[in-house]
């Protein structure tokens, strides 16, 4: 059974930091590659940052870019995102995403954490 656990989520003040996590299982991680999106009431689904399967190469959405950083421990089965300097536009529902870097419409998402940052 394929399942995508978020937790780190919460309420922040502007400035301040939290660490998601995301543990994985029911799949072979080391081969896929991990996102985590988030989703604002009336705002569509957007990409914060991207990992490859192996962690060399990661990407992130222009709004974040400088502030959070993703990362990922294969032997843990976990994917992380570090968010600092926090804003209250960051506020949202963050997802994990998981798709294979093998056969990519095997894709999975997590139920979603929510962090509120205050201002």
């Known amino acids: 059974q394929v399942q995508l656990v978020e937790s780190g989520g919460g309420l922040v003040q502007a400035g301040g930091s939290l660490r998601l996590s995301c543990a994985a299982s029911?799949?072979?991680?080391?081969?896929?590659?991990m996102s985590w999106y988030r989703q604002s009431p009336g705002k569509e689904r957007e990409l914060v940052a991207y990992?490859?399967?192996?962690?060399?190469?990661?990407n992130y959405g222009d709004s974040v870019k400088g502030r959070f950083t993703i990362s990922r421990d294969n032997a843990k089965n976990t994917v992380y995102l570090q968010m600092n300097n926090l804003k209250p536009e960051d506020t949202a529902v963050y997802y994990c995403?998981?798709?294979?870097?093998?056969?990519?419409?095997?894709?999975?998402w997590g139920q979603g954490t929510q962090v509120t940052v205050s201002s």
């Open positions: 990992i490859t399967s192996g962690g060399g190469t990661t």
């Open positions: 995403n998981a798709r294979s870097q093998i056969s990519s419409y095997l894709v999975y």
């Open positions: 029911g799949f072979t991680f080391s081969v896929y590659a």
